[in-house]
């Protein structure tokens, strides 16, 4: 499949809509993405005729139910180019996927004054799991600061690292400012464990887990034009093998005596319990869908849709850019002087123009760059220029009404 973007748009049913009597500019992506019909159809098969409950049963519906739920193992592998199918454990999404890491890697092994280095850059669902290892067990959690401009140099990252240093958690993409982090490097300048947040980075630009050397890496479904309550975490077998499982129940054990349990293989071992089926299933649909456009089309017209959007909005001097690096997402958080981010962000509302205002779940960013809030607009792509126009006016017709 070529990318044309009045195809792409044609995939998305919401898109057509209007709100508040204008057509609907949806530039909230980096909370969640909109659907295309492929999911919403995938979904709708799979409730309406092939539902059943997974790896339970002999019958029919169960086996087709397992098949097509396990079938998206090999659907993220390939997405994310993973080195083995199982090294993919099925998450609710990129939180939960990371307190597992915390709860059956972490917490075992790390002792009161072991280091995790995290960058400022990171969302709460990166943060705070660290946090309750402060709490808990005397964990020390090393920060380290981007440059003015956003950027995260990986030398930068390294040069925290020290001999009690456990774990780097860091994000690929900053769902607040869009900086690119080089992943990659840092893991090729370490041997500490590398875990990433690959949240924003999967979605806007191909990701290749074989080259990155990392050892974990998280992606969320919701994001990824799949449904809210999938997603997934890659860990290398190495770090698998020094995990004990999180959560307890069905599923995760071969067999459960009133004495002892044997513990089913992983990536079974790490996912207890009914899972989110068809919340699975959609994801699946998304990737192929992603996978068939081409990510390497997807990063070219996002970036395309970056720079147009990053020459207009300088343009307008009263409006400021927090964390403009060089190599970022079409991700762009903006302060307007006299005007609260909220208030920007209800007036695009009433022009159909969706962004989002607060913290982002990244409040110790929003204090290294001295603001409570900002207004975000996060492009996907089925975004265009013409949004970018439309979104440069509705902060121009803001802008003259706090002038």
């Not at 774990?167 to 370490?190: E, P, Y």
């Not at 969320?220 to 307890?248: C, D, N, V």
């Not at 760059?369 to 996060?378: E, L």
Request: aromatic share 8%; hydrophobic share 45%.
């Amino acid at each position: 499949m070529s990318f044309d973007i009045e195809s792409v748009r044609a995939d998305f049913p919401i898109l057509s809509r209007e709100v508040n009597n204008r057509p609907l500019v949806y530039l909230d992506n980096g909370a969640s993405a909109q659907k295309p019909r492929q999911v919403i159809d995938a979904i709708t098969r799979a409730y309406e005729g092939e539902y059943a409950n997974v790896h339970r049963g002999l019958h029919y519906l169960s086996n087709l139910a397992t098949d097509k739920y396990e079938a998206v193992r090999g659907i993220i592998a390939r997405f994310l180019n993973a080195p083995h199918e199982d090294e993919v454990i099925f998450s609710s999404g990129s939180t939960e996927a990371i307190n597992l890491v915390s709860y059956a890697w972490a917490a075992p092994r790390l002792q009161p004054g072991d280091e995790i280095v995290l960058s400022v850059l990171e969302h709460h669902a990166n943060i705070v799991p660290w946090h309750f290892l402060r709490e808990r067990q005397g964990v020390v959690l090393k920060w380290v600061e981007p440059e003015a401009d956003g950027s995260l140099p990986p030398e930068k990252v390294l040069a925290a690292v020290g001999p009690k240093t456990r774990l780097i958690a860091v994000t690929h993409m900053s769902n607040v400012t869009g900086t690119v982090v080089d992943v990659g490097a840092i893991a090729r300048g370490t041997d500490v464990p590398v875990l990433v947040d690959g949240s924003q980075a999967a979605v806007h630009m191909p990701v290749d887990l074989s080259a990155l050397g990392v050892d974990f890496y998280c992606i969320t479904g919701h994001k990824l034009y799949g449904p809210s309550g999938s997603g997934a975490i890659w860990i290398s077998r190495e770090r698998q093998a020094e995990m004990r499982p999180f959560m307890g129940g069905g599923d995760m054990i071969r067999t459960v005596t009133r004495d002892a349990i044997d513990y089913a293989d992983a990536p079974l071992k790490f996912e207890a319990g009914t899972p989110g089926i068809v919340n699975q299933i959609g994801l699946g649909a998304a990737l192929e869908y992603l996978m068939d456009l081409g990510m390497e089309n997807i990063a070219a017209h996002e970036r395309n849709l970056r720079d147009y959007a990053r020459t207009r909005l300088r343009e307008l001097n009263w409006l400021q850019i927090q964390g403009d690096a060089p190599d970022k997402g079409a991700i762009f958080s903006m302060t307007m002087d006299g005007a609260h981010a909220h208030d920007v962000a209800t007036i695009l509302d009433k022009r159909g123009i969706a962004v989002r205002a607060g913290s982002h779940c990244a409040m110790p960013l929003m204090e290294f760059y001295g603001q409570t809030a900002t207004a975000r607009a996060s492009f996907a792509m089925y975004n265009t220029k013409a949004e970018v126009d439309a979104l440069i006016d509705g902060l121009q017709f803001s802008r003259e009404l706090f002038a």
